[in-house]
C-alpha cells in the first residue's frame, strides 16, 4: 500500500499549485480522499475531501473558493489544485485514503508547499 504526493514547491504570493497524489496497492477508488496540511510549527488542518466517485467535494472554510479537489479513480490519483496561494498556505501536505466500514487509513509522506515572495 502506498501513497505518492508530488507537486510542491515554492511558489509566490497569487500563484498555483496542482498536488497529486497517486495511489497504489488498494481498491483507491473505494476510499474517501482526503488531504491534510501541517504548517511549521502548527498542529495538522484539515484541508479538503471528496466522496469515492468524486460528486461530492467539501473543504475548509480557509480554503474555500481556492482550491479543488478532484480524482481520477482510473488512473489511482487524488488531485488538489490550488491558487491565489497565500503565505499562510504553507506547510507540509498530506494525502489520506480512508475507508471506515473496513478500518483502514493511508497516508502519503508529504510533499512541502512553500508560498513567499
Known amino acids: 500500500v502506498q501513497l505518492v504526493e508530488s507537486g510542491g514547491g515554492m511558489v509566490q504570493p497569487g500563484g498555483s499549485l496542482r498536488l497529486s497524489c497517486a495511489a497504489s496497492?488498494?481498491?483507491?477508488?473505494?476510499?474517501?480522499g482526503s488531504w491534510v496540511r501541517q504548517a511549521p510549527g502548527k498542529g495538522p488542518e484539515w484541508v479538503s475531501a471528496?466522496?469515492?466517485?468524486?460528486?461530492?467535494?467539501y473543504y475548509a472554510d480557509s480554503v474555500k473558493g481556492r482550491f479543488t479537489i478532484s480524482r481520477d479513480n482510473a488512473k489511482n490519483t487524488l488531485y488538489l489544485q490550488m491558487s491565489s496561494l497565500k503565505p499562510e498556505d504553507t506547510a507540509v501536505y498530506f494525502c489520506?485514503?480512508?475507508?471506515?466500514?473496513?478500518?483502514?487509513?493511508?497516508w502519503g509522506q508529504g510533499t512541502l508547499v512553500t508560498v513567499s515572495s
Open positions: 489520506n485514503a480512508r475507508h471506515d466500514a473496513l478500518r483502514r487509513y493511508y
Open positions: 496497492g488498494f481498491t483507491f477508488s473505494n476510499y474517501y
Open positions: 471528496i466522496n469515492t466517485g468524486g460528486g461530492a467535494t
